[in-house]
Every structure is written in structure tokens, then in C-alpha cells.
């Protein structure tokens, strides 16, 4: 099978195309012949030699990916050859066969195609355990996401609006901020001008907001921790902005506040199939009623991954970008 391997740590020249055996399904998982896989900023830490491979799981990158059940192992049941699927899968996706836990498969919710549908596992996964199951966001509270106009950004955005909360969003351009606003967010902060805290505060009459789910760290936490309402959740999912911070204690213990945080791709497959059965209860229904959409800034042959690459690490995009395979 046709593939893109990294060649080793560095920029986005070290994805080479190249040709490997196509994998074999074990146990409980579906052979996938990909049409399309969605880039992810793991995937870039991943080239760079800063996220290590989870034990057993594939040295090529690619977390998500759509296209149709090919073989299956011995186990599988919920499945059969021909079936159009999107997953997650902790490797592997960057090529034209990927074996899947057949726990972390879903059907293609109707009316999609691979394409949009291989923009769905990793940010749907990880938005719902991380706003839903940790953060707690519950009927009628709020979510401050920080960083709204990326790709899971544009998940978190539209699934809270979707879920009848109110969301707010930084973006870093008064473009993106519109089209934070467009997908759901009653107002789109521009953190290169505005004060997050200051403006969540005034949109939330001094309250503040329930939940926020970050993907910066760093110097954003003491201001983070202003801008939760009382027992509100700060949820970390990245550290583009640094992985030290200074945390007022008496600020959490005063007001009830909880910190925590996840990485998803070393969980155990039990732990994902349980998002997964939630989301396809929950969130594909309003997928397919066009609730929430697929929001894909470009497609790329897989042979041009690097390219798909130097456009993720510009931050000029706007949602998804992913890889035609």
C-alpha cells in the first residue's frame, strides 16, 4: 500500500511517500480502505519527535480517517466488508489501508462523504470527553473555547450550540472570530486585540463562564481562572502557550474551581468505544440534521502531506484540513 512515513524528527519535509504491507486486522478490528484521513496537530508533534507512539500502535501518523470496511478480524460484529465508516485509530492513517478497534468505528453519518467524514473522529472524540465527561458542561451552562477557529474549535463550538449551551470563542482574527460567530458562538473574542477576561465577564453580567476548554496553558491560566464562574472547570487538551503556569490556590479552594486536563491516544480502547457509543447516540443525530457540520479549510493528496503540515503549523486555517487518499 501507498503510505507517508516520517523519515525522522523534524519539519514537514521528513514525510516521505513510501510503500509498506497493508496491515492485518486482529482480534476485534476492521480493515479500512481510506479514502480520506484528517491531519491533527498530534500528527505534527508526532513528526517532530515530541509524541511518542503509544505501545503497539502504528509509527504512521494519522489519527481519523473515513472510507470503507475492507477485511475484518475474527471478533468483529458490529460490522461487514462494504460498510462506509469514519474512525479513530491511534496511528496509521496517513496510508490506503488502516486497521481500526471496530469499538472506535462509526458509520458515515448520512448524507456526508469520506471526506467530511474523516474530519469527525479525533475532534468529536475528544470534544465530548473533555467538554461533556470531564468539564461536566451541563443544560443551560456555558463554555469559553479558546482557540475556536481551529479544528476542534469548530467541533467544540457548534456541538455546545448544538447541545443549547452558550459558547464564546477567541480566535486570533477578526476573520475567524466571524466565523467562530457564524458556527454558534454568541460572541468571538480577537485575543490579539481584546481582553478575553474582560469581555466574559461583561457578555456574563460578572459571572463568568462554566466551562473552558483549553489548548494554550501557559501564561492564559491566572486570567482563565478569573473568568470561570464559581465551581467552575478548566479543561486542558494543549499547551501551545507553555506547560508551566502560576495557579492561585486560594482562587481554586475560594470558589470551588476544578483543573484537569486529558491526552485521548493513550487511552484504552474500553475508554474510547464509550465515547464512541455516547456520540453516535448524542451527536450523530445532529450531524445528520445538519446541527453541526464538517468545517474543511483544504484537502490535500496524501502524497502532499507536507504540505497539509505546513499549513496546520501557519494557524491560517479555519477548521479541518484533511488528506485525500
Same mark, same amino acid.
Given at each position: 500500500?501507498?503510505?507517508v ?18 496491515p492485518?486486522? *486482529? ?17 505534527? !508533534?508526532?513528526? %517532530? ?7 503497539g500502535? /502504528?509509527? !504512521?501518523?494519522?489519527? =481519523?480517517? $473515513?472510507?470503507?470496511? +475492507? ?40 448524507g456526508l462523504s ?5 474530519? !469527525?473522529?479525533?475532534?468529536? +472524540?475528544?470534544v ?12 443551560? =451552562? ?10 476542534i ?5 457548534? %456541538?455546545?450550540?448544538a %447541545?443549547?449551551?452558550?459558547? +464564546?470563542?477567541?480566535?486570533g482574527?477578526?476573520? *475567524? ?7 454558534? $458562538?454568541? *460572541? ?5 486585540t481584546?481582553?478575553?477576561l ?40 494543549a ?34 468505544? $464509550? ?12 450531524? =445528520?440534521?445538519?446541527k453541526? *457540520?464538517?468545517?474543511? +479549510? ?6 502532499? $502531506? ?8 501557519? /494557524?491560517?486555517h479555519?477548521?479541518?484540513i484533511?488528506?485525500?487518499?
Amino acid at each position: 500500500m501507498r503510505c507517508v512515513e516520517i523519515s525522522k524528527p523534524g519539519g514537514p519535509e521528513v514525510l516521505v511517500a513510501a510503500e509498506r504491507p497493508a496491515p492485518s486486522p *486482529k482480534g476485534d478490528e476492521i480493515l479500512v480502505k481510506v479514502a480520506a484521513a484528517g491531519v491533527n496537530r498530534p500528527d505534527v !508533534l508526532q513528526r %517532530m519527535g515530541k509524541y511518542p507512539v503509544p505501545p503497539g500502535a /502504528s509509527d !504512521l501518523p494519522g489519527l =481519523e480517517i $473515513a472510507g470503507e470496511v +475492507f477485511a475484518l478480524a475474527s471478533s468483529v460484529t458490529k460490522f461487514k466488508i462494504g460498510d462506509k465508516v469514519c474512525a479513530l485509530v491511534s496511528g496509521g492513517g496517513y496510508a490506503e489501508y488502516c486497521a481500526a478497534p471496530e469499538a472506535q468505528a462509526l458509520p458515515v453519518p448520512k448524507g456526508l462523504s469520506p471526506l467530511e467524514a474523516a474530519s !469527525l473522529p479525533e475532534t468529536c +472524540f475528544t470534544v465530548w470527553s473533555n467538554v461533556y465527561d470531564r468539564g461536566r458542561l451541563a443544560p443551560g =451552562e456555558s463554555l469559553l473555547v479558546q482557540g475556536g477557529s481551529s479544528g476542534i474549535g469548530v467541533t467544540a463550538i457548534q %456541538m455546545a450550540a448544538a %447541545m443549547g449551551n452558550r459558547v +464564546f470563542a477567541t480566535a486570533g482574527s477578526d476573520e *475567524k472570530c466571524a466565523a467562530c460567530v457564524k458556527l454558534g $458562538a454568541e *460572541k468571538a473574542i480577537n485575543y490579539r486585540t481584546q481582553d478575553f477576561l474582560e469581555e466574559i465577564k461583561a457578555a456574563t453580567g460578572g459571572k463568568g463562564v462554566n466551562v473552558i476548554l483549553d489548548m494554550v496553558g501557559g501564561n492564559y491560566v491566572p486570567k482563565e481562572l478569573k473568568c470561570l464562574a464559581d465551581d467552575g472547570r478548566l479543561v486542558f487538551i494543549a499547551m501551545l502557550g507553555g506547560s508551566k503556569t502560576e495557579l492561585d490556590i486560594n482562587e481554586v479552594m475560594r470558589r470551588r474551581l476544578v483543573v484537569t486536563g486529558s491526552t485521548l491516544r493513550p487511552r484504552p480502547i474500553e475508554f474510547k468505544g $464509550a465515547i464512541a457509543r455516547r456520540l453516535k447516540e448524542v451527536i450523530w443525530p445532529l450531524i =445528520e440534521a445538519g446541527k453541526i *457540520k464538517p468545517v474543511i +479549510f483544504k484537502t490535500f493528496p496524501l502524497a502532499q $502531506a507536507s504540505e497539509a503540515h505546513k499549513l496546520m503549523e501557519s /494557524s491560517q486555517h479555519i477548521g479541518k484540513i484533511v488528506l485525500e487518499v
